[in-house]
């Protein structure tokens, strides 16, 4: 099985809320799991990115994380 996490938000800043369940989540399945986030979800054209395995992307340092939020920031498109 494949598990696919989508978060979506208004902006393009690449920050989004993490639960600790799905953060868990991807640290178990790894490369059976993937994050994909929507950027600027309420424009005319959102744009959404795939980016798999996000737990192998926090060791390349892809994803930063703020521990005291949970709060996870990926690419910026903006």
Same mark, same amino acid.
């Given at each position: ?28 399945? =790894?490369? =059976? +799991?993937?994050?994909?986030?929507? +950027?600027?979800? #309420?424009?005319?054209?959102?744009? #959404? ?5 996000? #737990?192998?992307?926090?060791?390349? =340092? ?9 709060? #996870? ?6």
């Amino acid at each position: 099985p494949r598990w696919l996490e989508v978060k979506a938000t208004t902006g393009s800043d690449g920050r989004f809320d993490w639960p600790r369940k799905e953060f868990e989540k991807a640290f178990r399945e =790894r490369d =059976r +799991y993937e994050l994909w986030r929507v +950027y600027r979800v #309420a424009d005319k054209t959102p744009v #959404a990115k795939c980016f798999p395995n996000p #737990a192998k992307m926090l060791g390349t =340092r892809q994803i930063l994380l703020e521990l005291g939020l949970l709060r #996870a920031k990926i690419e910026d498109i903006g």
